[in-house]
């Protein structure tokens, strides 16, 4: 885990989509070095592709669960925590994080949209040491949810960014 600067405002910090496959062609999973647990009254699996299949989960408790510890990376260029991800209306996604040694702590929760999109929570700390992500029913309805990437953003540089004109108008030939 490390932040790759994707922007002069952002950096990915764990990706969650597969690379190349392994030299015995089995797919890379993305999820090394993580445990991940299901509550025990859930049915729910996942893929090692970031792909999470519930079909039973209790409404208020983490259905699936996602803990990685040992980390070692650098954030204090940065003041915020992003999550992109697919999660359906009945589901909310919880991102914990700990810093300088310390037990992971809420950072993000936000409910899902049906749709991929970018999740932004806060981001308390100095050197990110562990990572936990909840995924969260409303209800208990199946799901299926795809996580992409764990990042951090700094609000003001890409508050900046974004005032920019764009250089790609109607008229640009690469349209």
């Known amino acids: 885990m490390r932040a790759v600067a994707i922007n002069e405002a952002e950096a990915i910090i764990e990706p969650f989509w597969t690379g190349d496959k392994n030299a015995d062609d089995s797919v890379y999973d993305v999820f090394e070095g993580y445990r991940i647990a299901a509550d025990p009254e859930a049915r729910a699996s996942h893929s090692p592709t970031a792909w999470f299949t519930i079909e039973k989960a209790v409404p208020g408790r983490p259905a699936m669960t996602l803990e990685k510890s040992g980390c070692d990376v650098d954030v204090r260029d940065y003041d915020a925590s992003r999550l992109f991800a697919c999660i359906p209306r009945h589901y909310a ?83």
């Open 93 to 175: 996604i919880r991102l914990h994080a700990g810093f300088d040694g310390g037990a992971p702590r809420p950072v993000l929760e936000a409910r899902g949209t049906d749709t991929f999109s970018e999740f932004t929570g806060s981001l308390p700390g100095g050197r990110l040491t562990a990572l936990r992500i909840e995924m969260v029913p409303h209800e208990d309805k199946p799901a299926i949810i795809e996580l992409v990437w764990v990042g951090v953003v700094h609000r003001e540089r890409e508050r900046r960014m974004e005032a920019r004109p764009s250089p790609y108008t109607p008229d640009w030939p690469g349209r």
